[in-house]
């Protein structure tokens, strides 16, 4: 698997959009940019994932350069529900499985 | 859909027992499913990756006699934490991959072991 880059940790106001940045320097052609979230003492959430184009769904949206050398994960309104650990991670295609790094602990505070 | 069961949710034995933890998909039907572990504080790492009627294949490092896994069937595997010791405390997390989609992988909630 590619390898990815991280924040260790983030803060973000409750209501504010929360940008959460991702470095895959070395993602290959066919790789795509997954996101899961793990809540404490629960298993990892699937968030969202895209290939080369932009993505929105229901809990996020997913910007990824033209180069797609590093992405952003944006939750538009975060909430104290989406304190968490974010996890960015490339992989050849869906169903592979996933090799988790450090991820950035996002923290929602009022 | 593409809902993951783990149970149980948390377990507490005494060192030299077994334990089994199961792992289901309940809407659909799994190839493979995938062990994790846990340690606080720490990011999950791969213990095995489990396919249906086959053996398991263990990464570097995991005891394949102390980690019985078991994938009978399309929809359930289990994972045996044979004579355990209090070092096996952890959290077990499980995932499955949907049969022919390319979907995500979905993941169950895990399983909080506790080894006295």
């Known amino acids: 698997d590619a390898k990815t880059t991280q924040p260790p940790s983030m803060d973000c106001a409750e209501g504010r959009a929360a940008n959460l940045p991702c470095n895959h320097s070395t993602i290959s052609g066919n790789e795509y940019v997954y996101w899961y979230r793990q809540i404490h003492s629960q298993g990892p959430q699937y968030i969202i994932h895209g290939l080369k184009n932009n993505e929105t769904n229901e809990m996020a949206s997913l910007i990824i350069t033209e180069d797609r050398k590093s992405s952003t994960l944006i939750l538009p309104h975060a909430t104290l529900r989406d304190t968490a650990v974010y996890y960015c991670?490339?992989?050849?295609?869906?169903?592979?499985?996933?090799?988790f790094g450090g991820g950035t602990r996002l923290m929602v505070k009022p | 859909g593409a809902v993951v069961s783990q149970h149980p949710s948390w377990v507490i034995c005494k060192s030299g027992t077994s334990v089994k933890i199961e792992c289901r998909s309940l809407d659909f039907q799994a190839t493979t499913m995938f062990w994790y572990r846990q340690f606080p504080k720490k990011s999950l790492m791969l213990m095995a990756t489990s396919n249906e009627g086959s053996k398991a294949t263990y990464e570097q490092g995991v005891e394949k006699d102390k980690f019985l896994i078991n994938h009978a069937s399309l929809t359930l595997s289990t994972l045996t934490v044979t004579s355990a010791h209090p070092e096996d405390s952890s959290f077990y997390i499980c995932?499955?991959?949907?049969?022919?989609?390319?979907?995500?992988?979905?993941f169950g909630n895990g399983t909080r072991l506790t080894v006295t």
């Open positions: 995932s499955a991959l949907r049969q022919g989609g390319n979907s995500p992988l979905h």
């Open positions: 991670i490339v992989i050849p295609n869906a169903g592979n499985m996933l090799t």
